[in-house]
């Protein structure tokens, strides 16, 4: 068990990355960030707030749910349904680009949920993918454009992201 | 010359004044001498348990056959198979057939048949209108020529108090009691369950008590107005019971049954195990426990005058409905002796000379047959039952050729150790006796 | 109260069945799923590829659309049946005509029928998970779920809301399924109707019952109307759909004893003038096209939480 970033260390990289954001696409013009849940919303307002920090403008910040869309549901009946939360995107997301943020890249499987359900709110111009963490072992042809941190693992461990919003406190520890 | 000595065995038989060890004495076919010592030269000599009873042979008077032409449920050689099971050596059948049984060819049908295929007594009942439609009078004389024993249009009330009376006025001629399924069907309507909290929350119409008791009170004032007998069959509801006892107390010839579900079950059992088990639905319908009640205690003080099963086959297809659909009734013959005994005499409710009045001497008294107690010259109708044997019913075992019974799975104690019929033995309970015949 | 992660049964034959935790994960997944009906595409491939047969014993246009609805918006792929032209007609046994669908092995039945307790027998025997649209006069459960859902989208709780519930209520199943729903969710509920058509038994669920309409208004944050066929002037149980109205129906006078903020709920179909006015129906108050938006969702969620299927039977 091992905490391999600290708040501090977090907080550095979404500064990062924001940056990095605003240098690629040259501007915050006709971006959107939309977070996975959970994990995944409070990251994209952070970097909401650290965007409006640099440039003065409000980029729009909607939540994903993409339990609906997942490829392992019904699929074994280990346990429960998952609970479905709120998917809350306030905006059109037609034309606009498109940052999705999750806080760990693992098999690409949540991402691929998260295209097939913003497929299905409108035609994005294009989408980009926010990761805090990629722990590696990709199962489909997805890759991040920005990255907190990469973290080789082997399959047996887990990442856990804490945040503050939810856990009280900025971490990331890698188990097993 | 055949001879069977059952020695000194406890014979309970109120009607003669016995409860008590003797020897039974069955000599080609008839009981030769009950007494104490008896010599046994060539007698085969029967011993039994010494906890074993030995009974005038049980009479259930409300059994249907469901032959003429209802095969398919049961028919007089399966039902009465049934009844020997059940410790029943004699049964009265329902008219309610296919055709009814309102004239004397299909009476003599019946004698004919159960004197073929039967292995207990058959005696059937005649229906007290043509069709049991409530119109015109059946050939009552010609009906008690041919066989039967009482008069009723079971399965519907007798319709009209007018004609309730002539039955009652015409039937007493032949001294026969009218049996009444007592029922006012305005009130009845289309209900499939007890009017009550049960029925309601589970969505099912409701035949209140009220509708039983209003007819009986009604035949009663009939019986009264006429001198003649009327018997409320199945008696369910705790008004009813009121209503019989106020008639007894006025010296009118009133006598009433009940049937081991309506003392030992409850509305609640509708509800249980998911619900809508169509085995719990039957007509009377199984109503609230202050009916169950009034029924025990008018077992125990005498007010109600016998048990009868009213067993009532029914196909398992027919029993696949849905509730609403689904036929009235259970069958009952093979069920009745262990839930009066589990039910009735091991909880203290009544003692075992009063088990034998409701199942033996009060059904003969009640219907003028013979049997209901054992008397030296008459045929040996006996029924040994096993007070302390643990039974389970399991319904695919049940001899009768349908196994709507709500008590499938239930363990009791008390049972039916042999059913003896004219000498004869037509039932031995294999785990319980051993006779080598 | 702790909110279920799932469901016990794998079939929803009554509210009687579910415990609160259960109704509450159920409102709470209705929540998400009606979001779903917000979007421009309104599908999600939940159910995609799962088989869901709308057995429907009875005539029914809303409740079969709402369902067949959800199960679309689900992607899944729903069979209808109805009995006019079905081997019910033929006299073949509810057994059978089960039997005969399970063969081509649907994951789940939504079933409606006029004897109360089929999907209870039909749940001994199948194997598909079994949704009770209503079962003759006994449980209409997610009629019931989209009710509460309704309640606490204005409300905000179902926890000591006063609701009041009006109309024919012996013949009624969404009434027994309300009661059985609302007294779990510590809502306090008055039962009103006339002395012929108000069942036994309330009381000992906890549910007051009067006859007094203006009793039963008094105070209500909401107020449920249940509708009175013109069958029951026959069964002797009302004379005339007049004097029904005069005593028992809901006018804009009556609303006025109601709570400043009352909505008035009914589950439809309507019969205007009898057991409700018209100005009360189509008034300030009236949620009743919110229920019917409502009802999907909430039939999508409990699509969703049996698809599951790891509940015992």
């Given at each position: 068990m ?7 260390r977090v907080?550095?990289s ?7 954001i605003l240098?690629?696409n ?6 959107a960030?939309v ?10 307002e ?9 440039t003065g ?24 349904q998952?609970?479905i ?8 997301i037609?034309d ?14 949540t991402?691929?949920a ?7 709110f409108g035609r994005?111009?294009a989408?980009?993918?926010?990761a ?7 199962e ?8 907190g941190r ?17 856990d ?8 097993g | 010359?055949?001879a ?7 014979v309970?038989d ?6 008590g ?5 069955i ?25 074993f009873?030995v009974?005038?042979?049980?009479i259930?008077?409300?059994?249907h056959l ?7 449920k ?7 198979a ?9 049964v ?9 049984n309102d ?17 207990a007594?058959?005696y ?10 409530g119109?015109r009078?059946?050939?009552?004389g010609d009906?008690?020529a041919?066989?039967?024993v009482?008069?009723?249009d ?8 007018l004609?309730?009376r ?10 026969m009691?009218?049996i009444?399924?007592?029922?006012d ?39 009264e107005?006429t ?8 008696m369910s ?6 209503a ?8 009118i010839?009133v006598?009433?049954e009940?049937?081991p ?14 619900g ?6 039957m007509n009377?319908?199984?109503?609230e ?9 008018g ?15 029914h ?9 609403d659909?689904a ?10 002796v262990s839930?009066?005994f589990?039910?009735?005499v091991?909880?203290g409710?009544?003692a075992l000379?009063?088990?034998?009045e ?8 009640v219907?003028?047959l013979?049997?209901?107690?054992l008397?030296?010259?008459?045929p040996a109708?006996i029924?040994i039952?096993?007070p302390d044997?643990?039974?389970t ?6 001899r ?5 019974t ?5 363990t ?6 042999a ?5 004869r ?13 | ?8 049964h ?10 609160p ?18 979007r ?23 409740t079969?659309m709402?369902?067949?609805l959800?199960?679309k ?13 079905s ?5 073949e ?6 039997r ?17 307790g089929?999907?209870?027998q039909?749940?001994?025997?199948c194997?598909?998970s ?5 079962d003759?006069?006994?449980e209409?459960?997610?009629q ?9 989208e ?12 009006i109309g024919?209520?012996?013949h ?6 309300n ?12 039962a009103?109707?006339?002395?012929t058509l108000m069942?036994?038994?309330l ?33 002797l149980?009302l ?15 009556r ?12 589950p ?7 057991e409700?006015?018209s ?7 009236s ?9 999907v969702?909430v039939?999508m969620?409990v ?8 509940g015992?039977?």
């Open positions: 091992a905490i391999v970033m600290d708040a501090d907080s550095r979404l500064t990062r990355i924001a940056h990095e240098e690629r040259r501007g915050v013009e006709n971006l960030l977070g996975i849940r959970a994990r995944g919303v409070p990251i994209a952070r970097l909401a707030a650290a965007l409006k920090g640099l403008i409000d980029v729009p910040t909607g939540a994903l749910d993409i339990t609906l869309y997942r490829d392992d549901l019904m699929r074994h009946a280990v346990g429960p998952p609970v939360r709120r998917t809350e995107i306030p905006f059109s037609d606009r680009l498109i940052l999705l943020v999750d806080d760990v890249l693992y098999t690409g499987r991402i691929r998260a295209l097939d359900a913003l497929i299905d994005p111009k989408i980009q993918l926010v805090l963490v990629d722990r590696g072992h990709r489909l042809p997805i890759r991040a454009d920005y990255v990469n973290i080789p693992t082997s399959q047996q461990q887990s990442v856990q992201v804490r945040l503050v919003e939810l009280g406190r900025d971490e990331v520890e890698v188990e | 010359m055949s069977m000595l059952l020695k000194s065995v406890h309970i109120p009607a003669a004044g016995r409860n060890r003797f020897d039974v004495l000599v080609d076919g008839k009981i030769g001498r009950i007494g104490r010592d008896l010599p046994v030269n060539d007698a085969r000599v029967i011993e039994l348990p010494s906890s009873i009974t005038p042979g049980l259930d008077i409300h059994v469901r032959e003429p032409g209802q095969e398919h049961e028919t007089i050689a399966t039902g009465t049934s009844a020997v099971a059940g410790g029943f050596t004699a009265a059948c329902m008219p309610n057939t296919d055709p009814i004239n004397a060819s299909v009476t003599q049908f019946i004698v004919k048949r159960a004197a073929e295929t039967g292995v007594r058959v059937p009942i005649g229906a007290v209108s043509l069709g049991s439609k119109e009078l059946t050939e009552i009906l008690r041919a066989g039967c009482a008069i009723t079971d399965g519907r009330p007798v319709g009209t108090a004609l309730m002539r039955a009652l006025e015409y039937a007493s001629m032949f001294k009691p009218v009444n399924h007592c029922e069907p305005s009130l009845k309507g289309d209900g499939v369950a007890h009017e009550g909290a049960v029925a309601a929350m589970l969505g099912l119409k409701g035949i209140p008590g009220a509708s039983e008791s209003v007819m009986v009170e009604r035949d009663v004032s009939m019986a107005l001198g003649g007998h009327v018997h409320v069959a199945h509801a705790r008004q009813s019971l009121r019989v006892r106020a008639g007894k107390a006025r010296g010839r006598t009433a009940v049937t579900h309506h003392f030992v079950l409850t509305d609640e059992a509708l509800a249980r195990h998911g809508y088990d169509t085995n719990t639905k009377p319908p199984l109503r426990e202050a009916d169950r009640a009034a029924m025990i205690e077992l125990r003080d005498g007010s109600i005058d016998v048990i009868a099963t009213d067993h009532a086959p196909h398992a297809d027919e029993k696949a409905l849905e509730f659909r036929p009235f009734g259970i069958v009952g013959l093979e069920t009745a839930l009066c589990d039910r009735l091991h909880p409710i009544i000379p009063r088990l034998v409701l199942l033996s001497t009060n059904p003969a008294r219907l003028g013979p049997g209901g107690t008397v030296e010259g008459e109708d029924s039952l096993a044997a643990s039974v019913i399991h319904a695919a075992a049940l009768s050729k349908s196994k709507n709500p008590f499938d799975g239930w009791l104690k008390g049972g039916v150790a059913t003896i019929v004219g000498g033995v037509v039932y031995a309970n294999p785990e319980l006796l051993t006779l080598n015949l | 109260m702790t909110t279920a992660t799932t469901l016990r794998r079939h929803l034959l009554g509210i009687r069945d579910l415990e935790g259960e109704i509450d994960l159920i409102l709470e997944t209705a929540l998400a799923m009606k979001e779903v009906g917000a421009p595409i309104k599908k999600v491939p939940t159910l995609r590829g799962r088989t869901v047969v709308n057995l429907f014993f009875e005539p029914s246009t809303r079969r709402s369902f067949e959800a199960e918006r689900l992607s899944a792929d729903t069979l209808g049946m109805t009995t006019a032209g081997s019910v007609v033929k006299g046994t509810l057994g059978d005509t089960a005969t669908i399970e063969a081509m092995a649907p994951d789940m039945i939504v079933m409606r029928h006029a004897s109360s089929a999907p209870h039909l749940a001994r025997v194997r598909a079994i949704i009770n649209a209503g003759g006069t006994h209409h459960p997610t019931a779920l989209l009710d509460a859902f309704t309640i606490r204005r409300k905000g709780t179902l926890a000591g809301v006063r609701v009041a519930i024919d209520l012996i009624s199943r969404v009434l027994r399924s009661v059985w729903l609302l007294t779990k969710m510590g809502a306090s509920v008055i009103c109707a006339p002395a069942p036994p038994g009381r000992e669920l906890g549910v007051a019952v009067t006859y007094d309409i203006d009793e039963a208004v008094k105070g209500a944050d909401v107020i449920m109307m249940l509708r009175v066929q013109h069958e029951r002037m026959h069964g149980f004379p005339s759909a007049r004097e029904y109205f005069t005593y028992f129906g809901l006018t804009p006078a609303m006025e004893r109601a709570a400043a903020d009352a909505i008035v709920m009914h439809g179909p309507m019969n205007r003038g009898v409700i006015d100005d009360v129906a189509d008034g300030p108050w949620v009743i096209l919110d229920q019917v938006a409502n009802g969702a039939r969620a699509l969703y939480l049996l698809a599951g299927g790891e015992e039977g």
